[in-house]
Each structure stands twice: as C-alpha cells, then as structure tokens.
C-alpha cells in the first residue's frame, strides 16, 4: 500500500513552546489529510480535515488556534501545537486520502510529550 | 451523527481460540467499513475492509461481513495466535467530499500461549 510518513515519531518539548509535526505522502498525492489525537487506551479522535490549498476543517471542541494545520502541497500536511502544555500530550496520528472512494492511509503516529 | 460501537475489552484468549469482536455502526447514506489494528506503540494498520452490503473482507485469517440489516461488522478469525495481541478498531468512512473514517472505541486483544 501507500506510505505515509511522520516526522518525528516522538517529541519532548517544554511547556510554552511551539512543535511541528510534519506528515507527509511519499508515493501518492493526498488531495485529503485528517489529523487524529489518541489518549492512551482510547480511540482515535478526529481533529481536522485539511484540504490541499484551502484552510482545515475543525472538529468541535477543536481550538483551531491552538492546532494550527497547514496543507501547503498535495505531499505534505503539518500540524503545530502552539503554547504547548503538558495536556497536550498525546499520540498524533494523521492520515491521507488520494481522493474521494480512495483508501486512507495512515501514519505511524508522533508521541508528544510537554514537559 | 456517524457512529462506530464495540464489544468492550480487554479479551483475553487462549492461543489457537476463536475470536470474535462486535462491531455495529450508525450511519447516514452507504459507508464503507474496516478494521485497522494497531500494535503496541505502533500507528495503524488496514486490516481489512468491505464497501457495500454482503462483501466480506478477509486478510491474515481474519474477516468480517458487511451486514446492513444489523448495521454490523463482526471481526471474526479461527485460530489466534500470540501476534495477534493488539488493539483492533472498527471504523466507517462516508462516501462525502471528505470521506472522513470515523473509529470505534477500540477492542485490546491478549493472546495467551
């Protein structure tokens, strides 16, 4: 199938500061890219939906400030916490769609840990 | 809204048991459905998937049937063995400009030797 690739797998940063995550299709252009937060032991929650060249789509309860999304090609996705504190640690996971009907792959997912 | 309900875990098998683990969903329109199986400290993984009502997915000894009369996508697989402990999501993906796929709960799954 299809690579998605995340960078970094991990990440521990302090508390205030900024993290980019990057996601990125390797071997297919993702028209569509959703962005996943996992708490552990629980599911994937949906946080966005982000287009190539238009502004993401927010989930509720979602603070779009506070999760900036850009989808600046039709490879690469990036999610920045901003202000990160340490409930914002978490597994992000995102994934990439070729098209509408297509199958959604996903990435490998990166730890955050605020500190 | 589009939903995805599971059994509730953890499961606890013996190798080579039967498995079995509910799926139901509720959804506006014809969703695709799948199974994606996440090992420990690892992202997703498809397991297998089924797009309209009757198809059956299978992949690694596993499947699940597409039953629309139940709304149901039952995992089911012979004869587990210890590689099998994960956690198994079911999930549904609306056929909308955005196709976005929805998770279940997820069920953890122990394979004992």
């Known amino acids: 199938g299809a690579v998605v690739s995340q960078h970094p797998s991990w990440v521990i940063c302090k508390s205030g500061t900024s993290v980019k995550i990057e996601c990125r299709s390797l071997?297919?252009?993702?028209?569509?890219m959703f962005w996943y937060r996992q708490f552990p032991k629980q599911s994937l929650m949906l946080m966005a939906t982000?287009?190539?060249?238009?502004?993401?789509?927010?989930e509720q309860g979602v603070e779009k400030d506070k999760f900036l999304i850009n989808h600046a090609s039709l490879t690469l996705s990036t999610l920045t916490v901003t202000s990160a504190h340490p409930e914002d640690s978490s597994f992000y996971i995102c994934?990439?769609?070729?098209?509408?009907?297509?199958?959604?792959?996903f990435g490998q997912g990166t730890r955050l840990t605020v500190v | 809204g589009n939903s995805v309900t599971q059994m509730e875990g953890p499961v606890t098998l013996s190798e080579e048991a039967f498995l079995t683990i509910n799926c139901t969903y509720t959804a506006t329109g014809y969703p695709s459905l799948f199974w994606y199986v996440q090992y420990p400290g690892e992202g997703l993984q498809l397991l297998l998937k089924?797009?309209?009502?009757?198809d059956k997915g299978s992949n690694k000894g596993f499947e699940a049937t597409y039953r629309k009369e139940t709304t149901s996508f039952h995992l089911e697989k012979g004869s587990v063995q210890v590689s099998d402990s994960a956690v198994y999501f079911c999930a549904l993906s609306e056929e909308t400009s955005y196709d976005k796929v929805i998770f279940g709960p997820g069920t953890s799954l122990s394979v004992i030797p």
């Open positions: 089924a797009t309209k009502a009757d």
């Open positions: 982000s287009n190539e060249g238009s502004k993401a789509t927010y």
């Open positions: 071997d297919f252009q993702a028209t569509t």
């Open positions: 994934s990439a769609k070729a098209g509408p009907n297509t199958e959604a792959f």
